[in-house]
């Protein structure tokens, strides 16, 4: 149990243009979901916290306007990068949290994004 | 939120045990120690969480001293599919954001 999808599980852009990103727990309910990214070689670095039917809570640096995280259920949870540049090209990790599991975060399979 | 130090990486042959420790000085009261492995290109997967003293499950162990300002993952036996990252990582009680720190690179050789 406790697993975590996430949708596409890579994409390749133009510079410009914007990409979602889904993020689902499929056989549990996630009141919160995280979304994290990583650059190659580096460690994990989280950019917000999204609880159900409120607005994230963006990690500092983290442009709110330029990655919008919607969280409409508590299965589901959007990250979108608008206006993508080569930058942002990243290894995109969203987590969600059992609320009946205390403590314990469930990574998805993560997001390979290509900015061209 | 505590902040955790670990080696950098590690090195070890098949059927070794590895042990890797972590300190956390900092840890609050109602914090959670947990491992997690990552490979390339995936998401990270939960190992192993404790409080204190030893934990074990079918993939490793974790080591927890009384003052629980370190913790040691000890993973049996290894094989080369062990090859990964491994994060060490403190969690409040009631759950909340993980910060990762750099985590361990542990290379398995045959």
């Known amino acids: 149990g406790a697993v975590v999808s996430q949708h596409p599980s890579w994409v390749i852009c133009k510079s410009g243009t914007s990409v979602k990103i889904e993020c689902r727990s499929l056989?549990?309910?996630?009141?919160?979901m995280f979304w994290y990214r990583q650059f190659p070689k580096q460690s994990l670095m989280l950019m917000a916290t999204?609880?159900?039917?409120?607005?994230?809570?963006?990690e500092q640096g983290v442009e709110k306007d330029k990655f919008l995280i919607n969280h409409a259920s508590l299965t589901l949870s959007t990250l979108t990068v608008t206006s993508a540049h080569p930058e942002d090209s990243s290894f995109y990790i969203c987590?969600?949290?059992?609320?009946?599991?205390?403590?314990?975060?469930?990574f998805g399979p993560g997001t390979r994004l290509t900015v061209l | 939120l505590a902040k955790t130090t670990q080696p950098i990486s590690m090195d070890s042959y098949e059927g070794q045990e590895v042990n890797i420790t972590c300190s956390h000085n900092?840890?609050?009261?109602?914090?959670?120690i947990t491992w997690y492995q990552q490979f390339p290109s995936q998401g990270p997967r939960f190992i192993i969480q404790?409080?204190?003293t030893k934990v074990t499950n079918e993939v490793a162990s974790l080591f927890i001293p009384a003052d629980r300002k370190s913790s040691t993952l000890s993973l049996p036996r290894v094989s080369l599919s062990d090859t990964a990252v491994y994060y060490c990582?403190?969690?409040?009680?009631?759950?909340?954001?993980?910060?990762f720190g750099q985590g361990t690179e542990l290379s398995v050789k045959p």
């Open positions: 900092n840890i609050a009261t109602n914090d959670y």
């Open positions: 999204s609880n159900e039917g409120s607005k994230a809570t963006y």
């Open positions: 404790g409080y204190k």
């Open positions: 056989d549990f309910q996630a009141t919160t």
């Open positions: 990582l403190v969690l409040g009680g009631q759950g909340g954001k993980l910060i």
């Open positions: 987590s969600a949290t059992d609320s009946g599991r205390a403590g314990e975060q469930f």
